[in-house]
């Protein structure tokens, strides 16, 4: 607000100009990666506050303050750290709701800007192939994650990929709603249960998520950056990486 003094004759009178704060609005820059922090591996996806069609650089040197309201009504300060990235990195993590935004330049102008968040899709995951391997395969069920069991069965039942290198087995799922062949997927994520994660090539037209004795034993959140920019997952626990033997 503006407060402003008049003075007529002998008598004064004050004046209250109140700008309000400007209306922005967030646009998905199609940019999604990861970045760990403090040990822990995220999936962030990027985001550019515009007013209009003009953007707003979120620099230090051009932001004073910048503040959220998330879906439960908690409040976090962020850091603007840095001038080198102007966007926001938004953790794909985070729970479907209205991120509420209040952004000050350093030249005094409020800007409040809503980000309605919509959480990755959850996807069914089911066997695919090889005939004969569905053994090693668990479906989800009462809150537990699709399992995969390489020691059900044993080496000749699985993909054989050992002349690509040695002990290299692997099966096929299929990820419910998800076309997974190089065309329709612009980017795949696997983060671990120990926090790590790992960018997987995608390539070819074959619609499976393949399981390999290459994977990290334990939970693996699989994240999907589709064509449409639309995002889903899917957790595998993968148990056992060892065929049985007979």
Same mark, same amino acid.
């Given at each position: 607000?503006?407060?402003?003094?008049?003075?007529?004759?002998?008598?004064?009178?004050?004046?209250?100009?109140?700008?309000?704060? #400007?209306?922005?609005?967030?646009?998905?820059?199609?940019?999604?990666?990861?970045?760990?922090?403090?040990?822990?591996?995220?999936?962030?996806?990027? !985001?550019?506050?515009? @007013?209009? %069609?003009?953007?707003? @650089?979120?620099?230090?040197?051009?932001? *004073?303050?910048?503040?959220?309201?998330?879906?439960?009504? /908690?409040?976090?300060?962020?850091?603007?750290? @840095? %001038?080198?990235?102007?966007?926001?990195?938004?953790?794909?993590?985070?729970?479907?709701?209205?991120?509420?935004?209040?952004?000050?330049?350093? +030249?005094?102008?409020? =800007?409040? *800007? +809503?980000?309605?968040? +919509?959480?990755?899709?959850?996807?069914?995951?089911? !066997?695919? *192939? $090889?005939?004969?391997?569905? #053994?090693?395969?668990?479906?989800?069920?009462?809150?537990?994650?699709?399992?995969?069991?390489?020691?059900?069965?044993? #080496? @000749?039942?699985?993909?054989?990929? +050992?002349? /690509?290198?040695?002990?290299? =087995?692997?099966?096929?799922?299929?990820?419910?709603?998800?076309?997974?062949?190089?065309?329709?997927?612009?980017?795949?994520?696997?983060?671990?249960?120990? %926090?790590?994660?790992?960018? $997987?090539?995608?390539?070819?037209?074959?619609?499976?998520? =393949?399981?390999?004795?290459?994977?990290?034993?334990?939970? *693996?959140?699989?994240?999907?950056?589709?064509?449409?920019?639309?995002? =889903?997952?899917?957790?595998?626990? !993968?148990?056992?990486?060892?065929?049985?033997?007979?």
């Amino acid at each position: 607000d503006h407060i402003f003094l008049i003075k007529k004759g002998e008598a004064w009178s004050k004046a209250v100009i109140s700008h309000g704060h #400007a209306q922005a609005t967030w646009k998905a820059t199609g940019g999604v990666g990861t970045h760990t922090i403090e040990n822990t591996a995220y999936v962030f996806q990027g !985001f550019e506050l515009l @007013d209009g %069609d003009t953007r707003i @650089d979120l620099f230090a040197s051009n932001i *004073a303050s910048m503040s959220v309201i998330n879906p439960d009504k /908690t409040t976090a300060t962020l850091i603007v750290g @840095d %001038d080198i990235d102007p966007y926001l990195w938004f953790n794909v993590q985070k729970a479907s709701g209205d991120y509420k935004y209040t952004i000050v330049t350093k +030249t005094g102008k409020v =800007y409040e *800007a +809503t980000l309605a968040w +919509t959480a990755p899709t959850a996807a069914t995951v089911s !066997f695919q *192939a $090889p005939a004969g391997a569905n #053994a090693v395969f668990t479906s989800a069920e009462g809150g537990n994650p699709a399992q995969v069991d390489f020691s059900k069965v044993t #080496a @000749d039942k699985l993909l054989d990929w +050992t002349s /690509t290198k040695d002990g290299y =087995y692997a099966i096929e799922l299929k990820i419910a709603g998800v076309d997974l062949s190089a065309s329709n997927v612009k980017k795949a994520f696997r983060v671990y249960g120990d %926090d790590t994660a790992i960018e $997987p090539e995608i390539k070819g037209d074959l619609d499976a998520q =393949y399981v390999t004795t290459d994977w990290e034993l334990g939970t *693996a959140t699989m994240y999907y950056v589709l064509a449409d920019n639309s995002l =889903y997952k899917a957790v595998i626990n !993968f148990v056992n990486k060892t065929p049985k033997t007979e």
